[in-house]
């Protein structure tokens, strides 16, 4: 970057809704984009300060000390920590966060700052900001953390609050040492309910917690006895001591006695006072006296925002209130109580900026909430004017004061800015349905040009004289980009440069570049636009152009193109090809760039050339501007002006002479103003953007004085219609009713919307001429049209008279019919969707619960009673439990291999064994809990209940007991089916013999009703799933093609019975068999003998003999074939009779095996129960296996995490040990030394008289009165809440220092006393300096240890306590192995007992109590357990008897051993005082010498022990250095042995589990012989024991023995007295 100036900050503007802050007691802060703004409340003027890094995140600031800190908007942010006012750098703090900070505190007092991180880490960190380090911090602390507040009173309190959660941390310091500890205050519930947690300082702490509704923290403050007020979003006011974790309520608004101001109030900030509290709610700042639990409103301030933040000063003499809507207001209690107005900038992203063209350089804004303001050249707010809609781009006319501005609504307004205190709208014009996007004066000031996203660019008047009038418009190719003009003066022409997006281009970019070009001349004749409005051709200019790849903007200069492309991130250059004339040469020419440099880092970026095209500036979303030289644009001098990370820069533009831009952030809300400052080589470039402001100012400066005052006398829009404005009247043709009877032509016409945009404006118009050039014509086919209505009229009348109707509304009938139809199609799609739902219903239904079924449910009735049996339904079983089954049978085939072979190895004799056999089998039934066995449905592989130990033996079980299932319910269902089978058969029997019973009651001629039995629904399911033609009661819907097909099938039907009817082989075949020679049984009935004719025709009187004989013939055959009929009746009945009874004894026989059946299915349901009862219980085992298999990892991690932590507090409890041995050893010689100093006083002032040393002395005790010291502290302030704890407290931070300067005073000459010289006099001062340095020292100290030591036993009582959580926990773990054990070892068994046998009390099986806990063993191993214990009682009350005897003796032996020591002792005694009676031979030469020799002899003595004493003194230092290198290896020993011990350690629970495990088992699995070996080795110590008692009997003889030969020696060996004396 070869800069050839530099880019400086002149004024900024904006609020964002953060936090305001006091840096002094003046001054305040808060953040403006990317700087800091500071605002002074007095002379109300304004600073700003850009940020180091890249944006601001968080802010804070201490008023008392003048420092603020703020943090950036960046990957691994710093925090910068700075002065006010001399805005220097103190510090930079690193590595806090990764990606941001929430929330920063200064502390009151003290370099210390906290400092909360947002994710991934939420990080709380206290830093001292003078060194640049971390003191602590706590990761995973501040999920919710809104902001951060130290106690005043003592920095080591720390206040988070949350969202949802306060939290105080406490900070324990050690030395240098710094550890945060949380307590985390749980609020009220709404039920009047408190639960307080505090978070542990160990892991063995445990919380209580109330899941109940907790209300929600909205403000806090601290409070000079360090409590907390805490304001709540539900109207709650509490009072939190965070050292007793008490809350106490002081405002309830729920409560009858509520103060109603304060009830419908929201306290969403709180600042303490010296009478109360100050508290901001939703509508109002109120100040509260708080006495007690007793609270009341004392004053109440109403203003017109509603207030989120305020605060004292830090001299507690202003009350500042803040709005987030970007207004501040200043209350001094002292001076009056009017709150006075001092700040107001409108919160908000600002839209666009620009700069009007006067030498004023006032600048005018629009807000995305459609206000216009006007600033002064200082950055002052002059005035604003409210749109009321919302506002898209602006533009500033270059000759007369005002400004156009676009709207979202398509219109363009006209701002009159010639008062600058009262701006008006003057005129608006509506050009678009959509937003205006782009507005653009040219540089003369010939047109105003708009741009919108339909594609359209119209031309409208500049000049106030010709009202703003539309010229025309034009369509371009594509949606617009951008859009910039330019005016050639010399050529009297307008050039404009319009960016598009082409069909393959996105919306966001555009390859495709229109060129316009318009005279500045005679542009609104008649021939210049059509009918429509739009520009023709002769006049307007077009050419079109191409890049290689698309961009993102453009400018225009003056015969080139400047670019910016943001897929390759470069600015571009192009230059315009010369214009021929010819424009069809010139329609999609591309342009390839002559210059590319490199762009924005981060882009989109925009451009803005300068007016005098000599500069180039670029923005991007990284907040970056960037002014080049167009004619080489690899120079470029950039500013931060907005933050990356809300956005970077919306726009930028230019002032008239260039030399002053403004640029407006995306998102931050700020509005930033520059200036150009270029180099001594480069002021020739300045001077030229100068000449050319001065130039263009020359050449409008006739069109300013004639089209100003024309402008000046604008009325205000809306008020009085401007001429020429009144919007046309419009007509329509729409359609016409000819039903109509009494209609009026003015109907015909509809009305125009309200608001027309200029095309349709122009379009109506047009009408409006077209009705009036045709009118008559017009009125010519109104008549006619009438006439043919009222023809109609009298049609449809004859019409309603007539028998038969004819429709003359042919397309009303038309109409009806497609909407019949469309209804019609549309409950037949709905029909159809319906179906189809139900259907798709019906196929998942039907292949969940009957495709996926091998065995289907059915049930078998009986045929004479209620008796039905239901199978059971199965499914297939799966691949996998087939596998399971296979992998466990396998298993239990190896299991049973190696059983047999270890079988083989024990010789039974065959009657045990047979025995043996006998008990097993009379047991099976009973031991194995089920019957399954005995019904043949057990698998072979089945475990015994008694061998069931490990859980992979149980879930084996569970597997092979299921499959018993299975086969119980296959093997059932096998014989369910058979005799399904069977009742089919029955069925058709029946149905045969009904069907022979009808056929012989039709030959009787009977009618009775038959028992014809069938099968129902659920003993056939599968006729549910068939839809009979019976069931469906609606008419069937049959399509066309259906009902050809059943057209079809009828005659199909109808040929082949006219076929059968006409089939002569069965008439041939019928009469032969009218002939046969035998008749059939079955005819006989059907018989009748005919009588002979003569009966029929004759009289009997007439009859001949022949004629009688014939009779009588005829006669005797009618009697025997009536006989034979008779005959033959009674044989059809009787074959009915036995009919009846074989189905009836079918069905008895059917019943008899459902019986059986049932019965059957009854045993199989018992089995099937007892086989899930046990896979109940063995699952039930295993769950709770499982459980406690993950109960045991989780106190493993526990132990293993405390016994990680034990090892980390063990070894800093050691550090902390060391370091307070250290500082106590430097503590006593820090005060030895300050008592050396009392002590060497009077030697050092040996040579004075002891009065004057007395008198110094007491001088040299003086110090300074606390009084005198407070009144230098004091201020005079009487508001400030912390004054008097500051004062008296313990910790003022400079007492030191005042104890200094007081010093001072105490140390002026008027106070030496007389006869003193000066040199004795300055030596006093420097000694008792010397002696008030060393109390400090030792008072410093003397905290610091106490502090330490403090620290120390709190760090003592952690590591206790994380030793009893260790110790708890591996108890824990042992119980829990105990339970494993037990759980492994108590197998639950299931018996089977017959009813009556057993009569128990129902209680809970899953209870663990000993009521149900049972073991079962076999009588004889009971039996055998009882000779056991009666041979071993037996033995141990012998044992007993021998152990009796023994210990008798024993305690004989002790009592003479004792009676021995004693004489012994005496005789030690009497030797002791003959030995003590004997005198030396100095004692006797004593006795005889003289009082001089005796001294003598004395000093010698002395002499000689001195040296003894310096000669043990030097031995005494080489034994002690001897001793201390030995302590030093024993030392390290130590540390060796103690690190091994902790390996030990951490294996000595393992090592115990395991040692505890193979107790149990061993204990259980060898009860006997562990009691036989105890007693052997009990036996074997008392038999050792008393041989040792033999052996001390003899040896304390032996020693009796020698202690007698010594006395004899003794006095054999040395004299007595009586012989000394001769």
Same mark, same amino acid.
């Given at each position: 970057?070869?800069?050839?100036?530099?880019?400086?900050?002149?004024? @900024?503007?904006?609020?964002?809704?953060?936090?305001?802050?006091?840096?002094?007691?003046?001054?305040?802060?808060?953040?403006?984009?990317n700087?800091?703004?500071f605002?002074?409340?007095?002379?109300?003027?304004?600073?700003?300060?850009p940020?180091?890094?890249?944006?601001?995140?968080?802010?804070?600031?201490?008023?008392?000390?003048?420092i603020?800190?703020?943090?950036?908007?960046?990957?691994?942010?710093?925090i910068?920590?700075?002065?006010?006012?001399?805005?220097?750098?103190?510090?930079?703090?690193?590595?806090?966060?990764?990606?941001?900070?929430?929330?920063?505190?200064?502390?009151?007092?003290?370099?210390?700052?906290?400092?909360?991180?947002?994710?991934?880490?939420?990080?709380?960190?206290?830093?001292?900001?003078?060194?640049?380090?971390?003191?602590?911090?706590?990761?995973?602390?501040?999920?919710?953390?809104?902001?951060?507040?130290?106690?005043?009173?003592?920095?080591?309190?720390l206040?988070?609050?949350?969202?949802?959660?306060?939290?105080?941390?406490? @900070?324990?310091?050690?030395?240098?040492?710094?550890?945060?500890?949380?307590?985390?205050?749980?609020?009220?519930?709404?039920?009047?309910?408190?639960?307080?947690?505090?978070?542990?300082?160990?892991?063995?702490?445990?919380?209580?917690? =109330?899941?109940?509704?907790?209300?929600?923290?909205?403000?806090?403050?601290?409070?000079?006895?360090?409590?907390?007020?805490?304001?709540?979003?539900?109207?709650? *006011?509490?009072?939190?001591?965070?050292?007793?974790?008490?809350?106490?309520?002081l405002?309830?608004?729920?409560?009858?006695?509520?103060?109603?101001?304060?009830?419908?109030?929201?306290?969403?900030?709180?600042?303490?006072?010296?009478?109360?509290?100050?508290?901001?709610?939703?509508?109002?700042?109120?100040?509260?006296?708080?006495?007690?639990?007793? @609270?009341?409103?004392?004053?109440?301030?109403?203003l017109?925002?509603?207030?989120?933040?305020?605060?004292?000063?830090?001299?507690?003499?202003?009350?500042?209130?803040?709005?987030?809507?970007?207004?501040?207001?200043?209350?001094?209690?002292?001076?009056?109580?009017?709150?006075?107005?001092?700040?107001?900038?409108l919160s908000?992203?600002?839209?666009?900026?620009?700069?009007?063209?006067?030498?004023?350089?006032?600048?005018?804004?629009?807000? #995305?909430?459609?206000?216009?303001?006007?600033?002064?050249?200082?950055?002052i707010?002059?005035?604003?004017?409210?749109?009321?809609?919302?506002?898209?781009?602006?533009?500033?006319?270059?000759f007369?004061?005002?400004?156009?501005?676009?709207?979202?609504?398509?219109k363009?307004?006209?701002?009159?800015?010639?008062?600058?205190?009262?701006?008006?709208?003057?005129?608006?014009?509506?050009?678009?349905?959509?937003?205006?996007?782009?507005?653009?004066?040219?540089?003369?000031?010939?047109?105003?040009?708009?741009?919108?996203?339909?594609?359209?660019?119209?031309?409208?008047?500049?000049?106030?004289?010709?009202?703003?009038?539309?010229?025309?418009?034009?369509?371009?190719?594509?949606?617009?980009?951008? !859009?910039?003009?330019?005016?050639?003066?010399?050529?009297?022409?307008?050039?404009?440069?319009?960016?598009?997006?082409? #069909?393959?281009?996105?919306?966001?970019?555009?390859?495709?570049l229109?060129?316009?070009?318009?005279?500045?001349?005679?542009?609104?004749?008649?021939?210049?636009?059509?009918?429509?409005?739009?520009?023709?051709?002769?006049?307007?200019?077009?050419?079109?152009?191409t890049?290689?790849?698309?961009?993102?903007?453009?400018?225009?200069?003056?015969?080139e193109?400047?670019?910016?492309?943001?897929?390759?991130?470069?600015?571009?250059?192009?230059?315009l090809?010369?214009?021929?004339?010819?424009?069809?040469?010139?329609?999609?020419?591309?342009?390839?760039?002559?210059?590319?440099? =490199?762009?924005?880092?981060?882009?989109?970026?925009?451009?803005?050339?300068?007016?005098?095209?000599l500069?180039?500036?670029?923005?991007?979303?990284?907040?970056?501007?960037?002014?080049?030289?167009?004619?080489?644009?690899?120079?470029?001098?950039?500013?931060?002006?907005?933050?990356?990370?809300?956005?970077?820069?919306?726009?930028?533009?230019?002032?008239?002479?260039?030399?002053?831009?403004?640029?407006?952030?995306?998102? %931050?809300?700020?509005?930033?103003?520059?200036?150009?400052?270029?180099?001594?080589? %480069?002021?020739s470039?300045?001077?030229?953007?100068?000449?050319?402001?001065?130039?263009?100012?020359?050449?409008?400066?006739?069109?300013?004085?004639?089209?100003?005052?024309?402008?000046?006398?604008?009325p205000?829009?809306?008020?009085?219609?401007?001429?020429?404005?009144?919007?046309?009247e419009?007509?329509?043709?729409?359609s016409?009713?000819?039903?109509?009877?009494?209609? %009026?032509?003015?109907?015909?016409?509809?009305?125009?919307?309200?608001?027309?945009?200029?095309?349709?404006?122009?379009?109506?118009?047009?009408?409006?001429?077209?009705?009036?050039?045709?009118?008559?014509?017009?009125?010519?086919?109104m008549?006619?049209?009438?006439?043919?209505?009222?023809?109609?009229?009298?049609?449809?009348?004859?019409?309603?008279?007539?028998p038969?109707?004819?429709?003359?509304?042919?397309?009303?009938?038309?109409?009806?019919?497609?909407?019949?139809?469309?209804?019609?199609?549309?409950?037949?799609?709905?029909?159809?969707?319906?179906?189809?739902?139900?259907?798709?219903?019906?196929?998942?239904?039907?292949?969940e619960?009957?495709?996926?079924?091998?065995?289907?449910?059915?049930?078998?009735?009986?045929?004479?009673?209620?008796?039905?049996?239901?199978?059971?339904?199965?499914?297939?079983?799966?691949?996998?439990?087939?596998?399971?089954?296979?992998?466990?049978?396998?298993?239990?085939?190896?299991?049973k291999?190696?059983?047999s072979?270890?079988?083989?190895?024990?010789?039974?004799?065959?009657?045990?064994?047979?025995?043996?056999?006998?008990?097993?089998?009379?047991?099976?039934?009973?031991?194995?809990?089920?019957?399954?066995?005995?019904?043949?449905?057990?698998?072979?592989?089945?475990?015994?209940?008694?061998?069931?130990?490990?859980?992979?033996?149980r879930?084996?079980?569970?597997v092979?007991?299921?499959?018993?299932?299975?086969r119980?319910?296959?093997?059932?269902?096998?014989?369910?089916?058979a005799?399904?089978?069977?009742?089919?058969?029955?069925?058709?029997?029946?149905?045969?013999?009904?069907?022979? @019973?009808? #056929?012989?009651?039709?030959?009787?001629?009977?009618?009775?009703?038959?028992?014809?039995p069938?099968?129902?629904?659920?003993?056939?399911?599968?006729?549910?799933?068939?839809?009979? %033609?019976?069931?469906?009661?609606?008419?069937?819907y049959?399509?066309?093609e259906?009902?050809?097909?059943?057209?079809?099938?009828?005659?199909?039907?109808e040929?082949? !019975?006219?076929?059968?009817?006409?089939?002569?082989?069965?008439?041939?075949?019928?009469?032969?068999?009218?002939?046969?020679?035998?008749?059939?049984?079955?005819?006989?009935?059907?018989? #009748?003998?005919?009588?002979?004719?003569?009966?029929?025709?004759?009289?009997?009187?007439?009859?001949?003999?022949?004629?009688?004989?014939?009779?009588?013939?005829?006669?005797?055959?009618?009697?025997?074939?009536?006989?034979?009929?008779?005959?033959?009746?009674?044989?059809?009945?009787?074959?009915?009779?036995?009919l009846?009874?074989?189905?009836?004894?079918?069905?008895?026989?059917?019943?008899?095996?459902?019986?059986?059946?049932?019965?059957?299915?009854?045993?199989?349901?018992?089995?099937?129960?007892?086989?899930?009862?046990?896979?109940?219980?063995?699952?039930?085992?295993?769950?709770?296996?499982?459980?406690?298999?993950?109960?045991e990892?989780?106190?493993?991690?526990?132990?293993?995490?405390?016994?990680?932590?034990?090892?980390?507090?063990?070894?800093?409890?050691?550090?902390?040990e060391?370091?307070?041995?250290?500082?106590?050893?430097?503590?006593?010689?820090?005060?030895?030394?300050?008592?050396?100093?009392?002590?060497?006083?009077?030697?050092?002032?040996?040579? *004075?008289?002891?009065?004057?040393?007395?008198?110094?002395?007491?001088?040299?005790?003086?110090?300074?009165?606390?009084?005198?010291?407070?009144?230098?502290?004091?201020?005079?302030?009487?508001?400030?809440?912390f004054?008097?704890?500051?004062?008296?407290?313990?910790?003022?931070?400079?007492?030191?220092?005042?104890?200094?300067?007081?010093?001072?005073?105490?140390?002026?000459?008027?106070?030496?006393?007389?006869?003193?010289s000066?040199?004795?006099?300055?030596?006093?001062?420097?000694?008792?300096?010397?002696?008030?340095e060393?109390e400090?020292?030792?008072?410093?100290?003397?905290?610091?240890?106490?502090?330490?030591?403090?620290?120390?036993?709190?760090?003592?009582?952690?590591?206790?306590?994380?030793?009893?959580?260790?110790?708890?926990?591996?108890?824990?773990?042992?119980?829990?192995?105990?339970?494993?054990?037990?759980?492994?070892?108590?197998?639950?068994?299931?018996?089977?007992?017959?009813?009556?046998?057993?009569?128990?009390?129902?209680?809970?099986?899953?209870?663990?109590?000993?009521?149900?806990?049972?073991?079962?063993?076999?009588?004889?191993?009971?039996?055998?357990?009882?000779?056991?214990?009666?041979?071993?009682?037996?033995?141990?009350?012998?044992?007993?008897?021998?152990?009796?005897?023994?210990?008798?003796?024993?305690?004989?032996?002790?009592?003479?051993?004792?009676?021995?020591?004693k004489?012994?002792e005496?005789?030690?005694?009497?030797?002791?005082?003959?030995?003590? *009676?004997?005198?030396?031979?100095?004692?006797?030469?004593?006795?005889?010498?003289?009082k001089?020799?005796?001294?003598?002899?004395?000093?010698?003595?002395?002499?000689?022990?001195?040296?003894?004493?310096?000669?043990m003194?030097?031995?005494?230092?080489?034994?002690?250095?001897?001793?201390?290198?030995?302590?030093?290896?024993?030392?390290?020993r130590?540390?060796?042995?103690?690190?091994?011990?902790?390996?030990?350690?951490?294996?000595?629970?393992?090592?115990?589990?395991?040692?505890?495990?193979?107790?149990?088992?061993?204990?259980?699995?060898?009860?006997?012989?562990?009691?036989?070996?105890?007693?052997e080795?009990?036996?074997?110590?008392?038999?050792?024991?008393?041989?040792?008692?033999?052996?001390?009997?003899?040896?304390?003889?032996?020693?009796?023995? *020698?202690?007698?030969?010594?006395?004899?020696?003794?006095?054999?060996?040395?004299p007595?007295?009586?012989?000394?004396?001769?």
């Amino acid at each position: 970057m070869n800069e050839f100036g530099s880019l400086e900050l002149r004024w @900024i503007q904006g609020f964002a809704n953060r936090n305001t802050e006091f840096v002094e007691n003046k001054t305040v802060c808060y953040t403006c984009g990317n700087h800091i703004c500071f605002l002074n409340l007095e002379t109300r003027t304004q600073n700003a300060f850009p940020s180091p890094g890249r944006g601001i995140g968080a802010l804070t600031a201490n008023g008392n000390s003048g420092i603020f800190a703020f943090s950036e908007e960046k990957l691994s942010p710093s925090i910068y920590v700075y002065t006010f006012p001399e805005l220097q750098l103190k510090n930079e703090l690193k590595g806090g966060a990764q990606l941001d900070y929430t929330s920063l505190a200064l502390s009151h007092g003290g370099p210390y700052l906290g400092s909360c991180s947002s994710l991934p880490d939420h990080i709380i960190t206290v830093w001292n900001w003078e060194n640049a380090e971390p003191l602590c911090s706590q990761p995973q602390a501040g999920q919710d953390v809104v902001s951060l507040a130290f106690n005043p009173m003592n920095w080591l309190q720390l206040c988070a609050l949350g969202t949802a959660s306060l939290t105080v941390w406490n @900070i324990a310091k050690s030395d240098s040492l710094h550890v945060l500890q949380p307590s985390t205050i749980e609020l009220r519930a709404p039920d009047g309910t408190f639960s307080e947690s505090q978070a542990p300082s160990s892991q063995n702490a445990k919380l209580h917690q =109330r899941t109940r509704a907790r209300l929600t923290p909205s403000a806090i403050c601290w409070t000079a006895t360090s409590k907390l007020y805490v304001g709540c979003a539900e109207g709650f *006011l509490l009072l939190v001591d965070p050292e007793s974790h008490s809350v106490s309520v002081l405002f309830n608004p729920t409560s009858a006695d509520a103060i109603p101001e304060l009830r419908r109030n929201s306290f969403q900030r709180l600042t303490p006072n010296n009478n109360g509290l100050i508290a901001v709610g939703k509508e109002s700042v109120v100040h509260l006296q708080i006495k007690g639990a007793q @609270i009341n409103i004392a004053q109440m301030w109403q203003l017109e925002r509603p207030v989120t933040t305020v605060m004292y000063s830090p001299d507690y003499k202003a009350l500042l209130f803040s709005s987030n809507t970007g207004q501040m207001y200043v209350l001094n209690p002292a001076q009056s109580d009017r709150i006075v107005k001092i700040f107001d900038v409108l919160s908000g992203n600002f839209v666009t900026a620009t700069l009007l063209h006067n030498d004023k350089n006032i600048c005018v804004s629009l807000k #995305e909430s459609g206000e216009l303001q006007l600033w002064s050249s200082d950055g002052i707010c002059i005035s604003s004017l409210s749109l009321q809609v919302e506002v898209t781009c602006l533009a500033s006319c270059p000759f007369a004061h005002y400004a156009a501005v676009g709207t979202a609504t398509g219109k363009v307004l006209f701002i009159d800015l010639n008062q600058e205190q009262r701006p008006r709208l003057v005129h608006e014009v509506l050009l678009y349905h959509t937003a205006v996007d782009h507005l653009v004066f040219d540089h003369g000031g010939n047109y105003l040009f708009t741009g919108g996203s339909d594609s359209h660019i119209y031309v409208l008047e500049a000049r106030p004289s010709k009202m703003f009038s539309v010229i025309g418009y034009t369509v371009l190719p594509g949606c617009i980009l951008s !859009l910039s003009a330019q005016c050639n003066r010399d050529n009297n022409e307008v050039k404009v440069l319009a960016l598009c997006a082409g #069909e393959e281009d996105r919306k966001k970019d555009g390859s495709l570049l229109t060129l316009l070009s318009l005279p500045t001349q005679n542009l609104g004749g008649p021939d210049s636009i059509d009918r429509h409005g739009c520009l023709s051709s002769h006049v307007l200019k077009v050419f079109t152009f191409t890049v290689p790849r698309p961009l993102k903007s453009c400018v225009l200069g003056l015969s080139e193109i400047f670019a910016y492309c943001h897929r390759s991130k470069t600015l571009q250059r192009f230059v315009l090809p010369e214009d021929k004339g010819d424009l069809s040469d010139q329609q999609g020419v591309e342009l390839k760039p002559v210059q590319e440099v =490199r762009g924005h880092p981060l882009g989109p970026a925009s451009l803005a050339l300068s007016p005098h095209c000599l500069w180039l500036a670029s923005v991007g979303r990284d907040g970056l501007l960037r002014i080049r030289e167009t004619a080489s644009m690899e120079r470029y001098i950039e500013l931060q002006c907005h933050s990356c990370r809300l956005g970077g820069v919306r726009s930028v533009s230019f002032s008239t002479d260039g030399c002053t831009l403004l640029t407006v952030g995306l998102k %931050d809300g700020s509005l930033v103003c520059t200036n150009i400052r270029v180099k001594g080589g %480069d002021v020739s470039k300045m001077n030229e953007a100068t000449q050319y402001s001065k130039s263009m100012a020359h050449f409008l400066k006739n069109i300013f004085d004639t089209e100003n005052p024309i402008l000046i006398n604008f009325p205000v829009w809306g008020q009085v219609s401007l001429v020429g404005t009144e919007t046309p009247e419009v007509s329509g043709g729409p359609s016409v009713d000819v039903t109509e009877r009494d209609g %009026d032509d003015n109907n015909l016409l509809r009305a125009p919307p309200s608001q027309p945009t200029w095309p349709e404006s122009r379009r109506e118009g047009l009408l409006k001429e077209d009705q009036e050039q045709y009118s008559e014509m017009k009125k010519n086919l109104m008549e006619t049209i009438k006439e043919l209505r009222d023809s109609i009229q009298e049609m449809i009348r004859d019409s309603e008279n007539q028998p038969e109707h004819f429709n003359l509304d042919v397309e009303e009938e038309r109409r009806l019919e497609a909407m019949v139809e469309q209804e019609v199609t549309r409950v037949r799609t709905e029909i159809e969707w319906d179906i189809l739902e139900k259907c798709y219903l019906r196929d998942v239904l039907k292949r969940e619960c009957w495709d996926t079924m091998k065995v289907i449910s059915r049930t078998i009735k009986a045929f004479h009673s209620d008796l039905e049996v239901l199978n059971y339904p199965l499914k297939e079983q799966t691949e996998k439990e087939l596998e399971d089954l296979c992998r466990v049978q396998n298993m239990r085939k190896l299991e049973k291999a190696a059983c047999s072979l270890g079988n083989l190895k024990k010789d039974l004799s065959a009657q045990e064994e047979e025995e043996e056999k006998k008990v097993q089998d009379a047991e099976t039934a009973t031991v194995t809990g089920s019957i399954s066995a005995e019904l043949g449905y057990s698998n072979p592989y089945v475990y015994d209940q008694f061998s069931l130990k490990t859980i992979e033996q149980r879930i084996n079980q569970i597997v092979l007991l299921q499959d018993v299932i299975y086969r119980a319910k296959t093997a059932f269902n096998t014989d369910f089916e058979a005799l399904h089978k069977q009742k089919m058969k029955e069925l058709k029997r029946v149905r045969d013999r009904n069907k022979h @019973i009808r #056929e012989i009651m039709l030959q009787l001629d009977m009618h009775e009703e038959l028992w014809e039995p069938s099968l129902t629904n659920s003993e056939w399911p599968e006729r549910l799933l068939t839809v009979e %033609d019976s069931e469906i009661r609606a008419e069937r819907y049959l399509t066309a093609e259906q009902k050809e097909e059943e057209e079809r099938r009828k005659l199909e039907e109808e040929r082949r !019975l006219a076929a059968q009817a006409d089939d002569s082989r069965e008439r041939a075949l019928d009469d032969m068999m009218d002939g046969v020679l035998e008749v059939k049984k079955e005819d006989i009935l059907k018989m #009748e003998i005919p009588p002979p004719e003569f009966v029929l025709t004759k009289p009997d009187i007439q009859w001949s003999e022949e004629e009688k004989k014939a009779f009588k013939e005829y006669e005797k055959k009618a009697k025997e074939l009536s006989e034979e009929k008779e005959k033959y009746k009674k044989l059809l009945e009787i074959e009915i009779k036995k009919l009846h009874q074989s189905t009836k004894e079918a069905t008895e026989r059917f019943d008899e095996n459902l019986a059986k059946l049932l019965e059957k299915k009854v045993n199989c349901t018992v089995a099937i129960y007892q086989e899930e009862l046990k896979i109940t219980y063995l699952v039930e085992s295993v769950l709770r296996e499982e459980e406690m298999r993950s109960q045991e990892q989780e106190l493993k991690l526990k132990l293993e995490k405390m016994l990680a932590y034990k090892d980390e507090t063990g070894e800093r409890l050691k550090k902390l040990e060391e370091e307070v041995e250290f500082l106590q050893e430097t503590y006593d010689n820090v005060v030895l030394e300050d008592k050396s100093l009392d002590k060497d006083f009077r030697r050092a002032f040996s040579e *004075l008289p002891s009065h004057m040393v007395d008198c110094l002395y007491k001088m040299f005790k003086r110090r300074p009165r606390a009084q005198k010291m407070r009144a230098q502290m004091d201020n005079s302030n009487n508001s400030d809440p912390f004054k008097e704890h500051r004062l008296y407290g313990s910790q003022a931070p400079d007492a030191f220092s005042q104890m200094l300067r007081a010093m001072d005073e105490l140390d002026a000459p008027a106070n030496m006393p007389e006869g003193l010289s000066t040199v004795a006099w300055e030596r006093f001062c420097q000694i008792r300096r010397a002696k008030v340095e060393s109390e400090q020292k030792v008072k410093t100290k003397a905290l610091t240890l106490a502090e330490m030591q403090a620290f120390l036993q709190k760090k003592r009582n952690e590591d206790k306590a994380a030793q009893e959580e260790i110790k708890n926990l591996s108890e824990a773990l042992e119980s829990l192995h105990r339970k494993r054990t037990d759980l492994l070892m108590d197998t639950m068994v299931q018996i089977i007992l017959k009813q009556g046998q057993v009569e128990v009390t129902t209680t809970d099986p899953t209870a663990d109590n000993a009521d149900t806990n049972f073991i079962l063993y076999h009588r004889s191993v009971v039996d055998n357990l009882r000779s056991v214990i009666r041979t071993l009682a037996e033995q141990k009350i012998a044992s007993m008897v021998v152990c009796k005897d023994v210990h008798k003796g024993m305690i004989q032996l002790e009592w003479e051993n004792k009676v021995m020591r004693k004489q012994i002792e005496d005789l030690y005694d009497k030797e002791k005082n003959i030995k003590m *009676l004997r005198l030396s031979e100095e004692q006797q030469k004593m006795t005889h010498c003289s009082k001089s020799d005796q001294e003598s002899h004395t000093s010698k003595q002395i002499s000689s022990l001195e040296k003894s004493i310096a000669l043990m003194e030097t031995t005494h230092k080489k034994s002690v250095q001897q001793r201390l290198r030995k302590i030093e290896q024993l030392n390290k020993r130590a540390a060796a042995k103690a690190k091994k011990s902790a390996n030990l350690e951490q294996q000595l629970p393992e090592m115990q589990v395991t040692v505890s495990e193979l107790r149990h088992i061993c204990e259980a699995a060898a009860m006997a012989e562990n009691e036989a070996a105890a007693r052997e080795e009990r036996y074997q110590e008392i038999v050792k024991r008393s041989k040792l008692k033999e052996l001390a009997r003899v040896q304390a003889e032996n020693l009796a023995f *020698l202690g007698a030969e010594v006395e004899r020696l003794t006095m054999k060996n040395f004299p007595s007295l009586d012989q000394l004396k001769h």
